[in-house]
């Protein structure tokens, strides 16, 4: 794979330099923050060698790499080094539910790896205890313990500085702040008053005794309740001192404040979840695992598995071990590799049967991604028999009352995480459940089979992870002369009059643009639908002579977030010339302060010789009428 080109197509896709407002990366994905979101060619990177999938979910642009994505994000950091604390001016479009997943992923995915090695280093111990190799009374032991403990006795420390970032505040002063609730003096404090049974006052106020060492919420309220006290701090600071006011009024009114408001708040939340988790635990503790081993791809797939990161952070955190997120996510993460592992021994597609073959393994291991974007997903029908698979083993392993013990990535590698102090009984129950999951998936996908991809040619430049609208075709072989016929009824305009650089500058490719006349998008040609966006502001189309065309309804119409607009099509439809495909308000958009002005885009322009325009400029076209024409 040629990691400096990926990285060029990645950053020019994504809408530029100038549009990232920073960027991360997982196992599998690189995660951006786009000042602008529209400004992204999707379709163009779904298409892009080297790119499994790409996700908009959760607030952050995801593309999906795979086990390369190290080599990528350091490719990228060459071209450009993007500030991942960057307190640019990013659109602020998002909803509730997506700002609160946003926020958990920023918070909760950069102090995984700490987690994970001291969550795995525990379950090592286990193992040495288990086999005898050390005593649990030996120095040995009492060694590796803490060094196992420490990232979960100081959680609020990672926490605070990962939610630093993500509230643009100072990281420093927010680790003071755990520094405050974690003090040895204040440890003592409690400890003294809770044994004496007094109080713990600060000017008439009491403080609340708690122990906030492994704790997860109040550091985050803390932190959050920091990054609005300390601007004021620095407006209300004269020039001449601020350099000691602010930071002085800054640690004193939040440390203050977290001491005796939120911190107490925090720790009733903490108390409420583990409460409601035992609850469950005692009258139906099948009930999560089951949910969350069905549902989990679904959940991926939106983003909201990001609401379960801190949920079992929490319970590795107070209780030691955790029944709601990894025995679920166990089952599920083991069942897409024996779905993509059943893919490939019954695909006669060799690019298919290699995907499916190593992504089987990563997803056994742990790594889900490439079985799902490219494979399970892809495909369809497999999806459901991963769902039946993981429900299956999460029932299972939650009627046992199987358990984890450590953090990682739920899959075979993690397995020595689940040997508890019952010895061998609890880990057994995880790998039948594990078993149970594989099996089951396995058969499912043979018995509800799929439909298998035509083998491509040698010479095809897409791979196996194409976008699965356009797998069926040699794209080099098949691509002929053709006519692209208007979608919409209006006044045709050049690109260069489009009011946004991506369509002006033709970043995405040749064509032409149309002011609408009629809030109707019609089919410009007969082929598939290989792109609807949530929000049916924009849709892509691939012809059955080979052409890829993009409709984009108006300017910046993402943030409209679908309202005003109508799809009638799917991802995956048959469509011929004159087919309804999306239905908008013109009027409407209009007064909401939107340019309706649509570009009609061939985003695969160099595969043409030539691209001519049947229609001329500021001339008034109907449906149907021809628009351009396509020469190979």
Known sequence: MDYKQLSKDIIKNVGGVENVSSLTHCATRLRFNLKDDSKAATDILKNTKGV??????GGQYQVIIGSDVANVYAEINKIASFDNDSSSEVKD?????????????????PIIPAITGAGMLKAV????VTFKVIGAESQVYSVLNFMADAAFYFLPFLIANSAAKKFKCNPYMAM????????PNFVSMVGAAKKSGEGIYFLGLPITLASYSSSVIPIILGVWFMSFVEPIADRVSPNAIKF???????????GLVTLIVLGPIGIICGNGISGAIAFLNTYARWLVPFIVGTFSPLLVMTGMHYGLIPIGINNLATAGFDTVVG??????NIAQGGAALAVA???KNSQLKQLASSAGITAVCGITEPAMYGVTLKLKRPLIAVMIGGGTSGLFLGLTGVGRYTSGSPGLLALPGYIGTDGFKNIMFACIGAAIAFVVSFIATLIIGFEDIIEAKENDSETAGTNAAEIAVDENDTIQDSIVYSPIEGKVVSLSEVNDPMFSEKMMGEGIAIIPKEGRVVSPVNGIVSAVFDTKHAIGITSN????????????????GGKFFGANVKVGDKIEIGDLLVEFNVEEIKNAGYDVITPVIITNTLKYGEISFAASKDANIKEKDQLINLIK
């Open 125 to 128: 111990m286990a193992l040495l």
């Open 244 to 254: 000691f006011t602010k930071p002085l009024l800054t640690l004193l009114t939040t």
């Open 345 to 347: 021994l019954k695909t």
């Open 176 to 183: 003071s702040i755990a520094a405050v609730i974690l003090h």
């Open 327 to 332: 025995p679920g996510m166990l089952g599920s």
């Open 545 to 560: 002579e080979g052409a890829e065309i993009l409709i984009h309804i108006g300017l910046d119409t993402v943030k409209l």
């Open 52 to 57: 499994m999938g790409v996700v908009n979910k």
């Open 93 to 109: 479009d998002k909803g509730p539910v997506v700002k609160v997943l946003d926020t958990i992923a920023g918070i909760f995915t």
